[in-house]
């Protein structure tokens, strides 16, 4: 993906992740009893941008939040 596009994904996970009034250690929590291995540190640099977010990362958090594809990937 492009790193422009990862960085506004990213955005938009944190916003939705704070609106829900999730920690990104409850997130990263949730990940990992979901099989998905993502720490807090890598949740954190998910969302500014500075790691790259795998798919079947985007389907589990998709599913934590309880949005739609279009809420995490319409930037």
């Given amino acids: 993906m492009d790193i422009h596009f990862e960085k ?12 829900r009034k999730i920690t990104q250690e409850e997130l990263s929590a949730k990940l990992q009893v979901r099989g998905c291995d993502l720490t807090r540190s890598a949740v954190a640099k ?8 795998y798919l079947d990362e985007i389907m589990h958090i998709k599913e934590i939040l309880c949005v739609q594809y279009d809420d995490l990937l319409n930037v």
Avoid: D, M, T
């Avoid at 506004?8 to 609106?19: C, Q, S």
């Avoid at 998910?46 to 977010?53: A, L, S, T």
């Fill in 8 to 19: 506004k994904v990213g955005n938009k996970i944190r916003a939705i992740r704070e609106n």
């Fill in 46 to 53: 998910i969302e500014v941008g500075q790691r790259h977010i």
